[in-house]
């Protein structure tokens, strides 16, 4: 199993392997690494310190899977909100580095309204992606959004009878 984490290594340069990773050969080579991580964390069945060596010289890190993508997606949502100042992110939007963000902003929101007990977010994710702006359920923002120029028309014009060429300032097309 060594052997085939190196070759990965040397091949795509880290070992962020999903735990349903299996090599050509048929190595059940992300479930080795999963188990690799829980040993080091493990006060009772642990790696010997050889062991623990060979593995980070070929890139080993040590947090789990999910907690090293949930960080590298992180930062990219980020760096599109500092673009962009929202996170309205197209379902296949895919960063210039190959991160899938838009499906993976898609499954937050999946997540977070389905209340999915398995795969729920903790409280900190929560924040962290409020906190750059995070809209949970897009098509009711959007439609408060709506409804508020259809209210300041109707302050406006004293009804809702809009032309249909009306567009507001913002480009919507409330007529």
Not at 3 to 10: D, V
Not at 142 to 150: K, V
Request: charged share 20%; with cysteine; proline share 2%.
């Amino acid at each position: 199993y060594f052997s085939a984490a190196e070759k990965y290594y040397k091949e795509n340069g880290h070992l962020n392997v999903p735990k349903n990773y299996d090599t050509p050969n048929g190595l059940h080579l992300g479930q080795w690494l999963c188990t690799q991580r829980a040993l080091y964390r493990n006060s009772r069945y642990h790696l010997t310190t050889e062991q623990i060596s060979r593995l980070e010289s070929i890139g080993m890190q040590w947090q789990r899977y999910d907690d090293q993508r949930w960080e590298v997606n992180y930062e990219a949502a980020l760096r599109f909100y500092e673009t962009h100042g929202h996170l309205r992110v197209n379902a296949r939007y895919v960063t210039p580095e190959g991160i899938r963000l838009g499906r993976w902003i898609t499954n937050l929101r999946q997540k977070f309204n389905a209340g999915d007990a398995g795969n729920s977010l903790t409280e900190e994710q929560i924040q962290q992606m409020e906190q750059i702006g995070m809209v949970w359920d897009e098509a009711e923002a959007q439609w408060q959004h709506h409804f508020g120029w259809a209210a300041e028309y109707y302050d406006i014009n004293g009804n809702l009878d809009v032309p249909i060429s009306y567009t507001t300032e913002d480009g919507f097309a409330l007529g």
